[in-house]
């Protein structure tokens, strides 16, 4: 697709459910990263990754949360027994490394309410 | 710890005037610096960058500043539309390539 692609755009979890939230990258693009949006907050970093290599993974606020790329496209987002403080916008974004401005295509996020 | 700060919350400008969006950051190591705008329920879009090595970069009605030795940047828009209306995020980078470092955000309202 033409931007980045992120499903579901909204999901609601009871506490203790295991949640997953899928990113389409754009095409070819080899950089992708997530972030937390919490409400009235800025994006916060979570983890980033170059084709399938996690290269940083220093934001996941715990071991619930979990990563992966693994054919170096499509990422998921794993969060393990959901927590009320997880409700967010999940935000994904990708780049080109050394395009013309390095800028970050953000997608539309998956806004998770935990119940 | 906020590495980038937007210390106002909200702007208020009329339409046809300058908006002055500000920012401030700690982190020495930063090299790269950007601008996004948010619509509500859309994901932030990128707006304008500067490298360290410059201090001023323009774009149409935008324009970043960066006072290193300060350790501070503005955004002005010139003049003020009503379609600017929209939440404003500094942001922050050690490279191009890196992580990038936002700020919680200015909501900008343009008053008719």
């Known amino acids: 697709g033409a931007g980045v692609s992120q499903s579901p755009r909204y999901k609601v979890a009871k506490r203790g459910q295991d949640v997953a939230l899928r990113c389409d990258p754009i095409s070819g693009h080899v950089s992708l990263f997530w972030y937390q949006q919490a409400l009235g907050q800025g994006p916060e970093f979570l983890t980033y990754?170059?084709?399938?290599?996690?290269?940083?993974k220093s934001g996941l606020p715990s071991d619930r949360f979990f990563a992966e790329r693994p054919e170096g496209s499509v990422s998921t987002l794993k969060i393990q027994r959901t927590q009320q403080e997880d409700s967010a916008v999940y935000l994904c974004?990708?780049?080109?490394?050394?395009?013309?401005?390095?800028?970050?295509?953000f997608g539309e996020g998956s806004r998770l309410t935990v119940l | 710890d906020q590495q980038v700060k937007q210390n106002s919350p909200s702007l208020s400008v009329q339409e046809g005037r300058i908006s002055i969006l500000n920012c401030d950051y700690t982190?020495?190591?930063?090299?790269?610096f950007l601008w996004y705008k948010k619509y509500p329920a859309e994901g932030p879009t990128f707006l304008i960058s500067i490298s360290s090595i410059k201090d001023k970069n323009e774009d149409g009605r935008f324009t970043v500043f960066l006072n290193k030795s300060a350790k501070h940047l503005s955004l002005h828009i010139v003049p003020s539309q009503p379609g600017d209306s929209a939440v404003y995020f500094c942001?922050?980078?050690?490279?191009?390539?890196?992580?990038?470092?936002f700020g919680k955000g200015t909501r900008l309202h343009i008053l008719p």
């Open positions: 974004a990708s780049s080109h490394p050394g395009g013309a401005t390095g800028e970050l295509f």
């Open positions: 990754f170059q084709n399938e290599a996690q290269l940083d």
């Open positions: 942001a922050a980078s050690a490279s191009r390539d890196d992580k990038i470092i």
């Open positions: 982190n020495s190591m930063f090299d790269y």
